[in-house]
């Protein structure tokens, strides 16, 4: 059985750095293929893909985000850390871990979906 | 980056009836690499249907996931209560950023 779940502060103030961490279990970071993403979504609002680890350790990141953003794994641990620089009330939002393409792995056949989500973490940026 | 329209906005219904969700991408989205998501209130999203349309473990038949290049279609055959959600459409094609439709809300009539 996969399960994530998602750690870290409720509350920031601006311009600090959020941190957050990804457990998870039923796989692990170390099989080839795997990979891991991160996902907010803002109160009331749509779905927005952030970062995505794999395996090898590959990145990719949001456009819009990419300056802000780093995500980092510790295989060991099955663990997935997320770094947001600078924080901004609008970055208020639920964020969530999720693995990415299924048993099968993400770059097999290009599955960036995310089949099993943590229950997500709201934080809230505010002085 | 890849701009999904999802409409309607929102479909007002009556359990028992058929719900068409339709997502529309700015560019083509290659290999049908396209998702749907239900998500309800307070709850993380679930996937529902991948690659266009096949269904995720568990999910009932009565959801169908069709369509290509552009277009795309959600359709519930016949609604249950569990059923009133918000859907969400999202692409995947090989390379980032993976994006998400802005939703459409199922709500009963």
């Known amino acids: 059985q996969v399960t994530l779940r998602e750690s870290g502060p409720a509350l920031v103030k601006p311009t600090q750095t959020l941190t957050l961490t990804c457990t998870f279990s039923?796989?692990?970071?170390?099989?080839?293929?795997?990979?891991v993403s991160w996902i907010r979504q803002p109160p009331g609002k749509a779905l927005q893909w952030l970062a995505l680890i794999d395996w090898d350790d590959d990145k990719y990141y949001s456009t819009s985000l990419k300056t802000r953003l780093a995500i980092s794994k510790d295989t060991s641990r099955n663990q997935v850390v997320l770094t947001m620089t600078n924080m901004d009330p609008v970055d208020t939002a639920t964020y969530y871990c999720a693995r990415t393409g299924g048993s099968s792995g993400c770059h097999t056949g290009g599955n960036y979906y995310f089949d099993s989500w943590g229950q997500g973490t709201l934080v809230t940026v505010s002085s | 980056e890849i701009l999904l329209t999802q409409s309607p906005g929102t479909l007002s219904l009556s359990p028992g009836e058929r719900a068409t969700l339709s997502c529309r991408a700015s560019?083509?989205?290659?290999?049908?690499?396209l998702a749907w998501y239900q998500q309800k209130p307070g709850q993380a999203p679930r996937l529902l249907i991948y690659?266009?349309?096949s269904r995720a473990t568990g999910v009932p038949d009565r959801f169908r996931g069709s369509g290509s290049g552009t277009d795309f279609t959600l359709t519930i055959s016949r609604l249950e209560p569990e059923d009133f959600a918000v859907y969400y459409c999202q692409q995947y094609r090989s390379s980032a950023p993976w994006t998400f439709g802005q939703g459409t809300k199922v709500e009963i009539k």
């Open positions: 039923g796989f692990s970071l170390s099989n080839s293929q795997m990979c």
């Open positions: 560019q083509s989205v290659s290999s049908s690499y």
């Open positions: 690659g266009a349309s």
